[in-house]
């Protein structure tokens, strides 16, 4: 069955740099486009960015812009989110998934989820 693995979470100080990293399993990775979403307490999860099938094409949350970096390695069918200057508000347990376009946003586009990493930034 499909598996998707985020790992690279963790406890940081505001102003660190963390890189996350999602895994896929039973799925031709290199034909799904890949997404990075958070969920924070107490709020719904959000899109994050987007990245298409070859890497060639990314889309982000206006509030990520500058500060996070999505990149693929279709040879070890793995995504990365880069994630720099952290700040509290983005202490949240992120998730990868895979859907069929970059440019989808909502949460129902994707037909497949991992179970997350939590990230928590300390001020």
């Known amino acids: 069955q499909v598996q998707l693995v985020e790992s690279g979470g963790g406890l940081v100080q505001a102003g660190a740099s963390l890189r996350l990293s999602c895994t896929a399993s039973?799925?031709?990775?290199?034909?799904?486009?890949m997404g990075w979403f958070r969920q924070a307490p107490g709020k719904e999860r959000e899109f994050v960015a987007a990245?298409?099938?070859?890497?060639?094409?990314?889309y982000y949350a206006d509030s990520v812009k500058g500060r996070f970096t999505i990149s693929r390695d279709n040879a070890k069918n793995t995504v990365y989110l880069q994630i720099n200057s952290l700040k509290p508000e983005d202490t949240a347990v992120y998730s990868c998934?895979?859907?069929?376009?970059?440019?989808?946003?909502?949460?129902?586009?994707?037909?497949?989820w991992g179970q997350g990493t939590q990230v928590t930034v300390a001020s």
């Open positions: 990245i298409n099938w070859s890497g060639g094409n990314t």
């Open positions: 039973g799925l031709t990775f290199s034909t799904y486009a």
């Open positions: 998934a895979a859907g069929r376009s970059y440019r989808y946003t909502q949460l129902a586009k994707y037909d497949y």
